[in-house]
């Protein structure tokens, strides 16, 4: 066995990266085909997953083989070989199919114990099987990690370690709160048909929102997933709409759980914004008063500013039309309203304030961080000391961790909590600054994930994974020595048949029942004195180190290597058509 993987995952990897080196459909099968063209390939799978990218492959020369592979993942990646190396992986023989036991069995995925990588394990497999780029070496692999995977969830209590990334999202967003209670009564929009939106979509069920809708470019699967919604049982009302109509959505709907295989993305800033604001009677205070500050903010930022009566003209009727009542009818303030647009090109967003962790600073800003308080009669000088303070505070915003800025909205009413399981991602980053939206995504996962209590249970689990990576290395090793096996017997049952007929052109006279004695009797001799070595060259073979034996046994009996590659393509041949599709 030379099982080779190359890979990175989220635990090598900033998902910035694995966003950039996320595979399509088509790169999949391009990456498969190039991979056995490839002279150190005689087969391979990809596991492609919105954690991780690897590359499994049998290959004959270890060094050209790492090279080969890595070269390939950059180039179907899109990312350059440079910049992909310092996050890539190698797992070599054993430590490979330890590896793919430790993935099946979800101890390596971002939520300990997460089960929904099995059935992407199993798609590699089919993938690989559809392509017939899966032979003999991967299809048992992929195999065996299904049911080490299966065992580890039957035989542990590795299910209580961890759930299903949608779950744990779930929890994200709820906040503190549980999902059941922080669901009940709410509408949830799913945009994708495919295996985690599905998922997704059951998870809401089950948790009790009150309607789902599913938005797909392939009505008819939009349309298949909202029935078996409503079949399975939850009460749950479930439609299904086109694409097109994501943005009508959006203003009715309290959760949002993206997951398509879109290269672009599906919800920018602006949808968000626009659907936000058109929902203005249900968005909390602090949202109307961030979009009356962007109004601000946009009018002062053109390229003709005009004079201050100008800017008081354009930015009264935006502050207005939220609702709040602003003194811009002092010559004063506007003036230095103008004046501070001028000097910094813009006026500060009040709301970029908000990105911040409550911090020392809040008691510097006399209108106050969160905006809220009445700006009526606040005077010139407090209203700049204001857009420096949020100016400040934008620019600490910019020094925090990424993960500061998701919570942002922790301690306030959310009006829409966004939930992007795609990658790359569905949803714009950037909407985790827009007030009264929740964003969680895979990078704020991975960050939450790093904090998870680890179960017991995984000991076990661990176990498990040692014991079926030693059988399948004795079984793998055993598997290489049966062809030199049959070659010998089948050699030496050659020799008999010979001896047999020049038995009957010397002894003519023998009946049958003579010749069928004689003829089982030499049988017998052969089988004995080849018996107790077969056995133990295959004993010898299971081991560590012990592929030398087939060598040993082709060499001492002058065996045809012809004739053992013979055999070990018609046993291939018959594993492949006996395992079929994954199972």
């Known amino acids: 066995m030379s099982l080779l993987v190359v890979g990175l995952s989220h635990r090598s990897a900033p998902v910035s990266v694995l966003e950039r080196a996320a595979l399509s459909a088509d790169a999949k099968l391009k990456l498969l085909h190039d991979t056995l063209a ?10 492609a997953t919105c954690n991780r990218i690897e590359l499994y492959a049998d290959v004959d020369k270890f060094h050209a083989g790492v090279a080969e592979l890595s070269t390939l993942l ?14 890539l992986y190698v797992h070599y023989e054993d430590r490979a199919v330890h590896h793919l036991f430790s993935v099946a069995c979800g101890l390596d995925s971002m939520v300990v114990g997460e089960g929904q990588i099995l059935g992407q394990i199993k798609d590699a497999l089919a993938l690989g099987q559809e392509t017939h780029t899966a032979g003999r070496l991967i299809n048992d692999l992929f195999q065996q990690a299904l049911r080490v995977g299966k065992r580890a969830h039957s035989e542990t209590g590795i299910d209580r370690a961890g759930q299903s990334l949608v779950t744990f999202g779930l929890e994200q967003l709820a906040v503190h709160v549980p999902v059941a209670e922080w669901a009940a009564g709410k509408r949830a929009l799913v945009i994708g048909a495919g295996s985690m939106s599905s998922l997704a979509a059951a998870t809401l069920a089950r948790v009790g929102v009150a309607e789902i809708v599913v938005a797909n470019r392939t009505a008819e699967r939009a349309e298949r997933l909202a029935e078996i919604l409503v079949a399975s049982g939850t009460g749950v009302a479930a439609s299904a709409v086109a694409m097109s109509g994501v943005a009508d959505e959006l203003t009715r709907v309290d959760v949002v759980v993206s997951c398509t295989g879109a290269t672009g993305l599906v919800l920018t800033a ?18 109307g008063h961030g979009s009356a500050r962007a109004g601000l903010s946009g009018a002062a930022g053109q390229e003709d500013r005009g004079s201050a009566p100008d800017l008081a003209l354009r930015t009264s009727p935006a ?50 961080p969160d905006g809220r308080s009445a700006l009526t009669g606040v005077d010139a000088n407090s209203l700049e000391l204001h857009g420096t303070w949020a100016d400040q505070g934008e620019a600490a915003a ?37 007030p009264g939206v929740r964003l969680v995504d895979i990078e704020s996962l991975a960050e939450a994930s790093a904090d998870a209590p680890m179960a017991a249970d995984v000991d076990a689990v661990r176990a498990i994974v040692a014991e079926e990576v030693a059988a399948f290395g004795a079984a793998q090793r055993a598997a290489h020595i049966t062809p030199t ?17 020049r038995l009957d052109g010397r ?3 023998l009946d049958e029942r003579q010749r069928a004695e004689v003829t089982q009797t030499v049988r017998r001799v052969v089988d004995k004195l080849l018996h107790a070595p077969t056995v133990r060259v295959k004993q010898l073979a299971s081991e560590p180190g012990g592929a030398g034996y087939a060598e040993a046994l082709r060499e001492l009996f002058d065996l045809d290597p012809q004739t053992v590659a013979s ?15 994954a199972s």
């Open 567 to 581: 055999v070990s393509r018609a046993d291939a041949a018959d594993k492949n058509d006996d395992s079929g599709r």
């Open 485 to 501: 096996v049959v070659a010998l017997r089948a050699m030496a049952a050659e020799v008999v048949a010979m001896e047999v007929a």
């Open 398 to 434: 910019q020094r925090q961790p990424r993960r500061s800025t998701r919570t942002h909205t922790d301690g306030a009413t959310v009006r829409l909590a966004l939930l992007d399981l795609a990658m790359p991602r569905d949803i714009d980053a950037a909407v985790h600054r827009i």
């Open 74 to 87: 950059a180039q179907h990646s899109g990312v350059a070989l440079e910049e992909l190396t310092p996050y």
């Open 319 to 368: 502050v207005a039309g939220k609702g709040l009542q602003v003194g811009l009818d002092s010559a004063d303030v506007v003036a230095r309203l103008a004046a501070a647009a001028l000097t910094h090109g813009r006026l500060a967003d009040a709301g970029a304030a908000r990105t911040i962790a409550a911090g020392a600073e809040a008691d510097l800003c006399p209108v106050g």
């Open 507 to 509: 002894v003519p006279d």
């Open 270 to 287: 602006d949808d968000v914004l626009a659907a936000v604001s058109s929902g203005a009677a249900e968005v909390p205070a602090q949202a």
């Open 38 to 47: 490839a002279e150190p390939a005689a087969e391979a799978a990809v596991l």
